[in-house]
């Protein structure tokens, strides 16, 4: 067995704990699992065990910036004790064990995991654009799909910083996002080869 099997079923676990939220809180909707951050270890994991570099970059495209802010939020408000964007705000409440708390520190893990997957496969693939594109449509519509209080994917409403126009302006940024990260890794990832 290699790291890739090992790492692979690790995510796929990882991705799997957000069911038993939805199973063990009966107030939390099983439509939760349509966020990004509670399925996308299970693909990522997939895509290791087929040794598929093309679904763990379309999946980093995605995730590396909602991620990155998320950690930053959390560890700010775990260092200071106060609020820094608010995003987090749910995993300091209370004083009882909550799995929501549990599974959501895979934030933090997304982006470490994902770039040693990178690492594994052999580093990013070309086109990896055209699966994030597919699966960004795939969040926007399961987002709207869902009601305006659930805000899945932050489709009716900002989740962080007030954007003017939100559901014009939020699927034009993540494309922005999208392009932005696909080619600032290959950048990143072809200087680093070269060192």
Not at 18 to 47: C, E, K, M, R, Y
Not at 73 to 99: C, E, R, S, V
Request: net charge neutral.
């Amino acid at each position: 067995m290699d790291k890739r099997f090992y790492l692979g079923w690790a995510l796929i676990f990882i991705g799997l704990t957000p069911i038993v939220t939805f199973v063990s809180t009966p107030l939390l909707a099983a439509n939760h699992f349509f966020w990004f951050s509670n399925h996308t270890f299970i693909i990522i994991g997939f895509a290791l065990l087929f040794a598929n570099p093309f679904w763990v970059f379309a999946e980093f495209c995605i995730g590396v910036i909602p991620e990155l802010v998320w950690s930053i939020d959390f560890i700010f408000q775990l260092i200071a004790h106060k609020p820094f964007l608010g995003i987090t705000d749910y995993m300091f409440t209370g004083t009882d064990f909550n799995w929501i708390q549990l599974y959501s520190i895979q934030h933090i893990l997304f982006i470490p995991c994902t770039l040693y997957a990178l690492h594994i496969l052999g580093g990013p693939v070309r086109n990896a654009w055209i699966g994030s594109l597919v699966h960004q449509l795939f969040l926007a519509i399961s987002g709207y799909l869902n009601s305006y209080d659930l805000n899945i994917n932050c489709a009716y409403h900002t989740c962080a910083i007030a954007i003017p126009w939100h559901m014009i302006t939020w699927p034009i940024l993540m494309i922005v996002h999208l392009i932005a990260v696909y080619n600032l890794t290959w950048w990143g990832w072809k200087k680093i080869k070269e060192s």
